[in-house]
């Protein structure tokens, strides 16, 4: 029996490679998170194709798109949006914002201020947002990517802990390698022609109706032995007694490891999760989970050392 996830994984790939040179293991997280229902934190500087990766995945998806610029001067309405009233009638009508879309992109959202970044928290959480005190369903498909630059920090605001623990994972895009020759095939196929702000140009093949849904319904049947859920309940445990470690990673962090374990799983064709698929995905879901101590941090210690070291402390289940 063909697994869904899989085929919708193979058919993204192809798809994906039309407009995005190299970035495997990073697309491959966003469709994931789509696939999860959950939201995905982009770290990475400009000009790496990040907004362009969401585009194309929703157009394959065939999902909606809309992208939010964050400023320090962006209020929650400009978000959810707001009721208006009509003249003509006297009545007060929903003009809905940008959040109500299936893949909605915020740019650089520590540079939103904390009362806006904190009217996502319902959206992303309750797949709703609440307007004059009525609240209105999002999408079923509904998913947050933010973006936010590593290296300039004035005029923004950092996420508190309590968002940063919404997102399913934190994708890092990094320069090209040089050893690979993408930079090179990108510099080819803009010269050939290829202009990202022309997307529609591009023959993107969408999945087939009803694909996606499957796709969710495959990572739901993904079967896990008692002890993968030991290993992971350890996993996130050990975070919080790690002597680098000041905070550690919640429930909800174990939570979202075998979630996403499991789609590692149906995207590679099989219906049962093993401790690699846990190791693999550990440090996209707990890097920003965790908060290093002052003087780890100055010792240059990442969260991603950290979670490296912790998953190779830990005993895997046999």
Same mark, same amino acid.
């Given at each position: 029996?063909?697994?869904?996830?899989? =085929?919708?994984? #193979?058919?993204?790939?192809?798809?994906?490679?039309?407009? +995005?040179?190299?970035?495997?293991?990073?697309?491959?997280?966003?469709?994931?998170?789509?696939?999860?229902?959950?939201?995905?934190?982009?770290?990475?500087?400009?000009?790496?194709?990040?907004?362009?990766?969401?585009?194309?995945?929703?157009?394959?998806?065939? !999902? =909606?798109?809309?992208?939010?610029?964050?400023?320090?001067?962006?209020?929650?309405? =400009? +978000? #959810?949006?707001?009721?208006? !009233?009509?003249?003509?009638?006297?009545?007060?009508?929903?003009?809905?914002?940008?959040?109500?879309?299936?893949?909605?992109?915020? =740019?650089? +959202?520590?540079?939103?201020?904390?009362?806006?970044?904190?009217?996502?928290?319902?959206?992303?959480?309750?797949?709703q947002v609440t307007i004059d005190g009525t609240s209105h369903a999002l999408p079923p498909w509904f998913t947050t990517f933010a973006t936010q630059n590593p290296v300039e920090f004035e005029g923004t605001y950092p996420l508190p802990e309590a968002q940063l623990d919404r997102f399913l994972v934190k994708i890092r895009v990094t320069y090209p390698d040089p050893a690979s020759g993408h930079e090179e095939a990108i510099l080819e196929r803009h010269h050939r022609g290829f202009d990202a702000r022309e997307l529609e140009k591009v023959a993107i093949e969408p999945i087939p109706t009803g694909q996606l849904a499957a796709a969710r319904e495959a990572v739901r049947a993904v079967r896990v032995e008692p002890a993968l859920f030991s290993y992971i309940a350890t996993l996130a445990r050990r975070t919080r007694d790690w002597p680098a470690v000041s905070l550690g990673a919640s429930p909800r962090a174990g939570i979202a490891l075998l979630l996403l374990a499991k789609a590692l799983a149906a995207s590679d064709g099989r219906d049962y999760a093993l401790p690699d698929?846990?190791?693999?995905?550990?440090v996209p879901v707990l890097r920003h989970r965790i908060v290093l101590r002052p003087e780890a941090d100055l010792e240059g210690v990442t969260t991603d050392h950290v979670v490296n070291d912790i998953v190779a402390a830990v005993e895997v289940p046999k």
């Open positions: 029996m063909s697994n869904a996830l899989a =085929d919708v994984t #193979t058919h993204a790939r192809r798809e994906l490679a039309k407009t +995005i040179v190299g970035q495997e293991a990073a697309l491959d997280q966003l469709l994931l998170t789509v696939v999860c229902g959950g939201h995905a934190l982009i770290e990475g500087v400009p000009g790496l194709a990040k907004t362009l990766a969401v585009r194309t995945l929703g157009r394959l998806l065939g !999902l =909606d798109f809309h992208r939010v610029q964050s400023t320090p001067d962006l209020m929650p309405a =400009d +978000i #959810t949006g707001s009721s208006v !009233l009509r003249m003509a009638t006297g009545e007060f009508t929903l003009h809905k914002g940008p959040v109500f879309t299936d893949l909605l992109l915020v =740019d650089e +959202i520590n540079r939103m201020p904390p009362r806006t970044q904190s009217s996502l928290l319902e959206a992303m959480e309750e797949r698929d846990v190791k693999a995905v550990a």
